[in-house]
């Protein structure tokens, strides 16, 4: 079989030796400035692919060298070029099929314009001479010596930084404002920038080729990015691991001279500026350029450093397998084969990666959603979704689709989509609920006694659990200054009706009888209101019940103060427990339903309870402050104005009690209350959630 002829201008560099053993090539695409790497046997063949001919190609493989191709060997080499438009166009066809694979890269406008969205490069310059020219300013950089007085700079820094932690520490939530954001913006610019040039003037050092530099917007956020696909070409690994990490290392020397130059300078501009460089620096790079997981420098790093190229995709597709051995029991060989503890090592960073990107991902897709209109927002966020976690998902569940023959052979396979269904129907399933929280058990119809103000006690005719009639007093309260009101108040009163009496027999008293009497009206006024305050002070009992938790100190010519809680009478054979249930809870509970009561602190007995009513409409302010959190209950609340305000919609729930109260009813209790509410599937409630969520977000 006769072969395509390859590309005139295609070039082969020495590569570096692989991990078992064998030498390998770089072939490079300098129109494309695109690098593949292909071990000896493909060398071998591409090396007599002037034979033209796959047999004979093998043949001479075969006898000259320890290989022993096959002439398919030879037309999987071919395809390879193939796809990669690395052959030369040959025949009427060759423009025919340039344009499909064209139209195949470029794919449907949506497709292009959902991925210029994502991702766009726009270059800018072509830095490749002026990075020549500046190589001898910047190789002191590079040098022993700068190094030493980058790590004494470090130590410095670090040191006055820990000593004046709470002054640096004070800036930097002082930044936080617009002017601070647009220096931070700024900063963060130019450190790219120069992260950037550090990356291409490494490069340059070791004789690599810069073609462009310019701007790539991710997700239309702009970044600065330099083409340095050449240092795939050398083939000293270190090299390239110092081409990968120039840009971190042009950032950590940034953040390490500017934090030392905020240490040094005296308050004003330089000193703002030295602390923007030096935070925003040590910020992306231990936490945006330093990080493996995506294709960052971190990544490139480790990519080097391990000496595996591509090691996303091939980590990835060695976890794909990992993943459906264990769940179906394939018996497939794996993509690669490594040494045990390399292969379980990238199979646990396959699975880190995917939890990081998903985690990263779903936050991108929430900050584009809030930084657009709600319109454009909601569509890029399912656009966000959509393509870096719905498709993954979607491509592997295809996979298992087309290994559906293959599953029905395997035991493990059938076990596993025997407890996927039952995990899916267990969601679908109705489950009997049992909603709960912190309710208080208290008399049903109370009364309260309080001090209306400071007083001292002048009598209390009851003892704790006296049965008091409706109308009785229930203590009284001495008030010496409210006396003299009224003593003064009837006075008044008696002066004034003697001196309207006596109007009558003096001519001069007779000209003020009107004025007089209005007096007497108001004096009257005065000691009505002396006596509705003074009844106060003598609370009577609105119904008959029984007299409980009287403080444990009143007795008569104790002094009370203002607000003072003194007793509470009850109505006895009438007890109900009230609670506050989220909606969630309020929605499978009906009056009727039987709940359960036990006191917080007590082993039993269990109180049998009924709903009684449920409010319809959510609770503003937690009335029981002991149903809060911080108190011990289960109400999450936060004070405002001096009231407890509820963290989420709350509703009161009323409970009777249907059994006897026992040592209970001496005291009200707060307990836990548990309530058999309406059956209900686990599925339902995070469907009900994601409706309603999408339902609030839809509104324009």
Same mark, same amino acid.
């Given at each position: 079989?006769?072969?395509?002829?390859?590309?005139?201008?295609?070039?082969?560099?020495?590569?570096?030796?692989?991990?078992?053993? !064998?030498?390998?090539?770089?072939?490079?695409?300098?129109?494309?400035?695109?690098?593949?790497?292909?071990?000896?046997?493909?060398?071998?063949?591409?090396?007599?692919?002037?034979?033209?001919?796959?047999?004979?190609?093998?043949?001479?493989?075969?006898?000259?060298?320890?290989?022993?191709? &096959?002439?398919?060997?030879?037309?999987?080499?071919?395809?390879?070029?193939?796809?990669? &438009?690395?052959?030369?166009?040959?025949?009427?066809?060759?423009?025919?099929?340039?344009?499909?694979? &064209?139209?195949?890269?470029?794919?449907?406008?949506?497709?292009?314009?959902?991925?210029?969205?994502?991702?766009?490069?726009?270059?800018?310059?072509?830095?490749?001479?002026?990075?020549?020219?500046?190589?001898?300013?910047?190789?002191?950089?590079?040098?022993?010596?700068?190094?030493?007085?980058?790590?004494?700079?470090?130590?410095?820094?670090?040191?006055?930084?820990?000593?004046?932690?709470?002054?640096?520490?004070?800036?930097?939530?002082?930044?936080?404002?617009?002017?601070?954001?647009?220096?931070?913006?700024?900063?963060?610019?130019?450190?790219?920038?120069?992260?950037?040039?550090?990356?291409?003037?490494?490069?340059?050092?070791?004789?690599?080729?810069?073609?462009?530099?310019?701007?790539?917007?991710?997700?239309?956020?702009?970044?600065?990015?330099?083409?340095?696909?050449?240092?795939?070409?050398?083939?000293?690994?270190?090299?390239?691991?110092?081409?990968?990490?120039?840009?971190?290392?042009?950032?950590?020397?940034?953040?390490?001279?500017?934090? @030392?130059?905020?240490?040094?300078?005296?308050?004003?501009?330089?000193?703002?500026?030295?602390?923007?460089?030096?935070?925003?620096?040590?910020?992306?790079?231990?936490?945006?350029?330093?990080?493996?997981?995506?294709?960052?420098?971190?990544?490139?790093?480790?990519?080097?450093?391990?000496?595996?190229?591509?090691?996303?995709?091939?980590?990835?597709?060695?976890?794909?397998?990992?993943?459906?051995?264990?769940?179906?029991?394939?018996?497939?060989?794996?993509?690669?084969?490594?040494?045990?503890?390399?292969?379980?090592?990238?199979?646990?960073?396959?699975?880190?990666?995917?939890?990081?990107?998903?985690?990263? @991902? @779903?936050?991108?897709?929430?900050?584009?959603?809030?930084?657009?209109?709600?319109?454009?927002?909601?569509?890029?966020?399912?656009?966000?979704?959509?393509?870096?976690?719905?498709?993954?998902?979607?491509?592997?569940?295809?996979?298992?689709?087309?290994?559906?023959?293959?599953?029905?052979?395997?035991?493990?396979?059938?076990?596993?989509?025997?407890?996927?269904?039952?995990?899916?129907?267990?969601?679908?399933?109705?489950?009997?609920?049992?909603?709960?929280?912190?309710?208080?058990?208290?008399?049903?119809?109370?009364?309260?006694?309080?001090?209306?103000?400071?007083?001292?006690?002048?009598?209390?005719?009851?003892?704790?659990?006296?049965?008091?009639?409706?109308?009785?007093?229930?203590?009284?309260?001495?008030?010496?200054?409210?006396?003299?009101?009224?003593?003064?108040? !009837?006075?008044?009163?008696? &002066?004034?009706?003697?001196?309207?009496?006596?109007?009558?027999?003096?001519?001069?008293?007779?000209?003020?009888?009107?004025?007089?009497? !209005?007096?007497?009206?108001?004096?009257?006024?005065?000691?009505?209101?002396?006596?509705?305050?003074?009844?106060?002070?003598?609370?009577?009992?609105?119904?008959?019940?029984?007299?409980?938790?009287?403080?444990?100190?009143?007795?008569?010519?104790?002094?009370?103060?203002?607000?003072?809680?003194?007793?509470?009478?009850?109505?006895?054979?009438?007890?109900?427990?009230?609670?506050?249930?989220?909606?969630?809870?309020?929605?499978?509970?009906?009056?009727?339903?039987?709940?359960?009561?036990?006191?917080?602190?007590?082993?039993?007995?269990?109180?049998?309870?009924?709903?009684?009513?449920?409010?319809?409409?959510?609770?503003?302010?937690?009335?029981?402050?002991?149903?809060?959190?911080?108190?011990?209950?289960?109400?999450?609340?936060?004070?405002?104005?001096?009231?407890?305000?509820?963290?989420?919609?709350?509703?009161?729930?009323?409970?009777?009690?249907?059994?006897?109260?026992?040592?209970?009813?001496?005291?009200?209790?707060?307990?836990?209350?548990?309530?058999?509410?309406?059956?209900?599937?686990?599925?339902?409630?995070?469907?009900?959630?994601?409706?309603?969520?999408?339902?609030?977000?839809?509104?324009?």
């Amino acid at each position: 079989m006769a072969l395509p002829s390859l590309r005139e201008e295609l070039a082969l560099h020495p590569g570096p030796t692989l991990v078992d053993g !064998q030498p390998s090539w770089t072939l490079q695409d300098p129109v494309r400035n695109q690098f593949f790497r292909i071990d000896w046997q493909c060398f071998e063949i591409l090396s007599r692919w002037h034979i033209n001919d796959a047999h004979a190609v093998a043949q001479s493989v075969s006898t000259q060298t320890t290989l022993k191709p &096959q002439a398919d060997d030879v037309e999987g080499v071919a395809r390879f070029l193939a796809d990669n &438009q690395l052959l030369r166009p040959e025949g009427a066809s060759t423009a025919h099929h340039l344009a499909q694979l &064209q139209a195949k890269r470029r794919g449907s406008w949506a497709r292009r314009l959902l991925h210029n969205y994502l991702f766009l490069r726009v270059p800018l310059v072509r830095p490749d001479r002026w990075l020549g020219h500046c190589l001898p300013w910047v190789a002191p950089f590079y040098t022993v010596t700068f190094l030493r007085l980058t790590l004494l700079a470090l130590l410095f820094g670090a040191v006055e930084v820990w000593r004046d932690w709470e002054r640096y520490s004070t800036t930097l939530v002082d930044t936080f404002s617009w002017h601070g954001l647009i220096g931070y913006a700024a900063a963060l610019a130019a450190v790219k920038v120069l992260h950037e040039l550090g990356h291409a003037c490494t490069a340059k050092r070791y004789g690599c080729r810069v073609p462009v530099m310019g701007i790539a917007f991710l997700v239309l956020w702009p970044v600065a990015y330099a083409d340095t696909n050449e240092v795939w070409k050398l083939a000293d690994r270190r090299k390239r691991l110092m081409v990968a990490a120039a840009g971190v290392a042009t950032e950590s020397i940034i953040a390490i001279w500017a934090t @030392f130059a905020w240490a040094l300078l005296p308050e004003g501009g330089p000193k703002s500026i030295a602390f923007m460089l030096g935070t925003v620096t040590w910020l992306t790079t231990l936490a945006i350029n330093a990080s493996p997981f995506m294709r960052f420098d971190g990544y490139f790093v480790l990519s080097d450093w391990l000496d595996m190229p591509n090691l996303h995709s091939r980590a990835f597709a060695l976890a794909r397998w990992h993943l459906r051995e264990k769940v179906f029991d394939l018996r497939v060989p794996p993509p690669e084969y490594f040494s045990h503890r390399k292969t379980l090592a990238l199979i646990l960073f396959a699975y880190a990666t995917w939890v990081y990107r998903l985690v990263v @991902f @779903f936050g991108i897709a929430v900050l584009v959603y809030h930084f657009f209109i709600k319109a454009a927002g909601i569509a890029l966020f399912l656009v966000e979704i959509g393509w870096f976690v719905l498709m993954p998902l979607w491509s592997e569940l295809k996979v298992w689709r087309d290994l559906a023959p293959m599953l029905k052979q395997r035991s493990r396979a059938r076990l596993s989509v025997a407890c996927v269904s039952a995990l899916a129907l267990l969601m679908v399933v109705p489950w009997p609920t049992r909603p709960g929280a912190s309710g208080v058990l208290k008399p049903r119809d109370s009364f309260v006694v309080y001090a209306p103000a400071g007083a001292q006690v002048a009598a209390l005719p009851w003892s704790e659990g006296s049965a008091v009639p409706k109308g009785a007093p229930l203590l009284e309260l001495a008030s010496p200054e409210l006396t003299l009101r009224w003593r003064r108040a !009837q006075s008044r009163l008696k &002066q004034l009706r003697w001196q309207a009496a006596a109007a009558g027999l003096d001519n001069a008293q007779t000209r003020n009888v009107q004025v007089l009497q !209005q007096e007497q009206a108001a004096a009257r006024a005065e000691l009505d209101n002396v006596l509705a305050e003074l009844s106060r002070y003598t609370p009577t009992a609105p119904f008959a019940g029984e007299l409980h938790d009287i403080k444990p100190d009143l007795t008569p010519g104790v002094w009370v103060r203002s607000r003072d809680r003194l007793a509470t009478l009850v109505r006895p054979g009438s007890w109900s427990v009230e609670a506050y249930l989220d909606e969630d809870a309020v929605r499978r509970i009906r009056a009727g339903d039987s709940a359960q009561f036990v006191a917080d602190g007590l082993d039993g007995p269990t109180l049998q309870l009924s709903v009684v009513s449920v409010d319809r409409d959510a609770t503003r302010v937690l009335p029981t402050a002991m149903l809060a959190t911080h108190l011990g209950g289960s109400v999450q609340t936060r004070e405002q104005n001096g009231q407890l305000i509820p963290e989420r919609a709350i509703y009161k729930v009323v409970l009777a009690a249907n059994s006897d109260l026992g040592g209970l009813r001496e005291h009200t209790w707060r307990g836990r209350v548990v309530v058999r509410g309406r059956w209900e599937a686990p599925g339902a409630r995070f469907v009900r959630s994601a409706l309603a969520l999408g339902r609030r977000e839809a509104g324009f």
